[in-house]
């Protein structure tokens, strides 16, 4: 039996008071008033609604490290990124490596493996893999519903996963960035709950007014918060917070969810209403075996030194101090590596783009030929994109980049299969020399590169080949990487390692030229047919907002 002394913020009863906390077996046996000159805070533990672990880079026992010295002592986790790449083995694989920590860790099925059908991804899961999943206690809803069209048009197969959570009574959250009207009022009708891809208050406004949970999301890349923060106030019992995609240095530096419970209070937010947010909406919409510090709860709380500072003193999980002062409270255990790469090395070849011969010099070629291309336009912070028009550059008959006009060649082949290299171009990542690639590429994880110049493409996406994924940044003759050899996505070394060597990348690729806050989250999602409005696969270049595939050259 221990007792812990300290400011008792209540935020179910909405009240605070100096008390005394006793804990016996895990559980909290009783909470009463006391007085004492203890200042420190003590809150339930937080909670993120909705995170993908594998962009943290680590694996589930060495991202519970990070989190857990942030306050944090659950969340819920969609392992999508490793089904796409491994299937049902990627899923047993996050399931094992989350038991070597405390971190209470809620993973979903996923539903869309292959995100669509449009681009080629590691595995598959089917209607009749993702009722097998459903019907196991260890997997607790159904992930992100990203194939929203298949929802309004009611695709049978993706009926049919709907319907099985809906049997074995669990939650369905949902994915539909800029879903309005009828369409979304469908979208909802199928029982799916929630939505983490809102990007204007309108649209959250929305789908809260029909029935919806809004989960803020403040990731590495997508950054919704000052957005949508209001909205905490305004509808307290809708919304939640999560990070949805976090990159380690982002987790250490910049904090998890106790970031946004800062941020919240900075902006005049009810210091409730936040923290009904970061844990009691998600625990009770979920059914998350998490304690709302009350007595007989699970003991899951936190101690901080002010609610305004909000920095995190010690986190404890079913009674245990797992972090105290600065020091993680459970070792790192040995993770092994399991991976799907099968690819071989390019060529210059394979990323040539030639026009046909019109002319002997540029200005002739471009003249006679009067073809725009398509050019993706990346927006920083977001995950959606937009398309513009523009004349290629052309050099010795190949169109090439022109980091003149911030107009960069991108490619993405497929990790899986040595199928040909898809071309497109893109605006806004803002190198002027060398090339960044990446082998994490939302949601099927191809090989997905941007570059000045061929050469420098080349020489990026065979490093990455070497490494057998991972992500590299620099110039053809000097490249910088670092290997992720689970599944292409996470490293087996500690979170700091991977965070200090990321770190070290993504000032690499600023020296380049990217004013990008995140250049190498932002260029994972560009491959993402699920998320408006032109993206580039390893099948071609396509519209979302028409989903189909569209030519490189406009009046083609």
Do not use: W
Request: include cysteine; charge should be negative; aromatic fraction near 6%.
């Amino acid at each position: 039996m221990k007792e812990y002394l300290g400011i008792i913020v209540d935020a179910v009863s909405r009240r605070q008071f100096k008390g005394e906390i006793t804990v016996e077996n895990g559980k909290i046996i009783s909470i009463k008033e006391k007085k004492h000159d203890n200042e420190q805070y003590i809150l339930p533990g937080l909670v993120d609604a909705h995170v993908h672990i594998e962009s943290s880079m680590t694996v589930p026992s060495v991202f519970a490290r990070m989190a857990v010295a942030k306050g944090t002592v659950a969340v819920v986790s969609d392992p999508h990124e490793i089904a796409n790449v491994m299937g049902e083995e990627g899923i047993v694989y996050m399931l094992e490596d989350s038991k070597k920590a405390p971190l209470k860790v809620f993973f979903g099925v996923p539903s869309c493996v292959p995100a669509t059908p449009f681009e080629s991804a590691g595995a598959v899961l089917d209607a009749e893999a993702v009722d097998r999943l459903l019907a196991r206690k260890d997997l607790y809803y159904l992930s992100e519903m990203m194939n929203f069209p298949g929802v309004i048009s009611e695709f049978p197969e993706v009926m049919t996963k709907l319907e099985s959570a809906k049997k074995y009574g669990k939650v369905i959250d949902g994915h539909a960035p800029g879903l309005r009207g009828d369409d979304l009022q469908k979208y909802i009708g199928a029982g799916i709950s929630t939505d983490h891809e809102c990007f204007t208050y309108e649209e959250a406004v929305e789908k809260i007014k029909l029935g919806m949970k809004v989960l803020i999301r403040e990731g590495s890349s997508a950054r919704n918060f000052e957005t949508l923060y209001s909205l905490i106030d305004e509808y307290p019992e809708s919304v939640m917070l999560c990070t949805d995609d976090s990159h380690p240095d982002t987790l250490i530096h910049e904090g998890h969810i106790d970031k946004l419970i800062r941020r919240g209070q900075e902006k005049g937010i009810d210091i409730y209403n936040l923290i009904r947010a970061a844990v009691i909406n998600p625990v009770e919409h979920y059914g998350l075996n998490v304690g709302l510090l009350r007595e007989g709860d699970a003991a899951d709380f936190i101690i901080v030194d002010d609610l305004k500072s909000f920095n995190v003193l010690s986190t404890f999980i079913n009674g245990n101090c797992v972090y105290n002062n600065g020091k993680v409270l459970f070792p790192v255990e040995k993770v092994s590596a399991k991976n799907v790469f099968n690819r071989n090395k390019i060529s210059i070849d394979d990323v040539k783009l030639s026009v046909p011969p019109a002319g002997e010099t540029k200005e002739q070629i471009i003249r006679e030929q009067m073809k725009k291309i398509r050019v993706i336009v990346a927006r920083d912070g977001e995950l959606v994109t937009c398309q513009e028009l523009a004349m290629p550059e052309v050099e010795n008959g190949n169109i090439v980049s022109d980091p003149s006009r911030d107009i960069l060649k991108m490619v993405v082949l497929s990790r899986y299969a040595n199928d040909p290299v898809q071309i497109g171009f893109i605006k806004n990542i803002g190198l002027k020399k060398g090339a960044i690639a990446s082998s994490i590429a939302h949601d099927s994880h191809n090989i997905i590169a941007v570059g000045a110049t061929d050469k420098d493409i080349v020489e990026a996406v065979n490093r990455l080949v070497e490494n057998r994924g991972g992500i590299v940044v620099g110039t053809a003759d000097h490249l910088l990487d670092l290997p992720l050899e689970v599944a292409g996505l996470m490293s087996t070394r500690n979170g700091e390692e991977v965070a200090s060597r990321y770190h070290l990348l993504n000032a690499e690729a600023r020296r380049l030229g990217t004013t990008l806050k995140s250049p190498f989250m932002t260029l994972a999602f560009m491959s993402l047919l699920v998320i408006p409005e032109l993206k580039l696969g390893d099948r071609g270049i396509f519209d979302v907002t028409k989903f189909e595939f569209v030519k490189l050259f406009a009046s083609e």
